[in-house]
């Protein structure tokens, strides 16, 4: 059974880079799309963008220009760094996908979403 | 891309009642489709990562009651849930996947009254 389990520190300074991970245990991190959402506090989910074997990417324009999502395919991790963070990107992180791997489908799979609060 | 629109915002009702929740999904530009076999609803409760409930705007995820259901007609989807039960009082979200974009909508909140 595949699970998920977001790693990072969950306080982060104004205009630093927000740096999380995705750890899958019980399945392969390769051939699968993997997706992060956010959700701020008492707001709705935010996709923020998935990737694929490191070869297709595709973020949220609204956060495009400060957003990258990388694989270590040796650690069986895939992470998310969001960079010049302000207050608003305090959230809930979570990642995500579809057991099966495949692009065309809902997310069957969650991590419990680890909390970062952007503050001085 | 796609914007959807989720109403009522809150839902009050009591516990053997039926909830009918909506689903509007609107492209930005009139060159993008509307899939209406990407469709997802979730069930967030507080503290909690959202659990997919139904996919493809009509099939049920592995080990949903099915006292949930999906239906679409054109590009409008709805989620019922025929009778109430306690642990259903939550947040419902709907979603468009297997697009450019992966949306969500702004939730109906299903509440005691």
């Given amino acids: ?120 | 891309e796609i914007v959807l629109r989720q109403s009522p915002a809150t839902l009050s009702l009591s516990p053997g009642e039926r909830a009918t929740l909506a689903c509007r999904a609107s492209p930005t530009m009139n060159t993008t489709y509307v899939s209406t076999f990407h469709l997802a609803w979730y069930q967030q409760k507080l503290g909690q990562a959202p659990r997919l409930l139904i996919y493809g705007a009509s099939n049920r995820a592995t080990g949903i009651p099915d006292r949930f259901s999906g239906s679409v007609s054109g590009t409008n989807f709805t989620l019922t849930i025929s009778r109430l039960e306690p642990e259903d009082f939550a947040v419902y979200y709907c979603q468009h996947y297997g697009s450019t974009l992966f949306t969500f909508g702004p939730g109906t909140t299903v509440d005691i009254k």
């Avoid at chain 1, 895939?78 to 489908?105: E, Q």
Wanted: aromatic share 12%; hydrophobic share 30%.
């Fill in chain 1, 1 to 120: 059974q595949v699970q998920l389990q977001e790693s990072g520190p969950g306080l982060v300074k104004p205009s630093e880079t927000l740096s999380l991970t995705c750890t899958v245990s019980g399945g392969s991190i390769t051939r699968h799309y993997w997706s992060w959402i956010r959700q701020p506090p008492g707001k709705a989910l935010e996709w923020i963008g998935y990737f694929y074997d490191s070869e297709s990417t595709k973020y949220n324009p609204s956060l495009e220009s400060r957003v990258t999502m990388s694989v270590d395919t040796s650690k069986n991790q895939f992470s998310l760094r969001l960079n010049s963070v302000t207050a608003a990107d305090t959230a809930v992180y979570f990642c995500a996908s579809p057991s099966s791997g495949s692009f065309f489908d809902a997310f069957d799979l969650w991590g419990q979403g680890t909390k970062v609060i952007v503050s001085s």
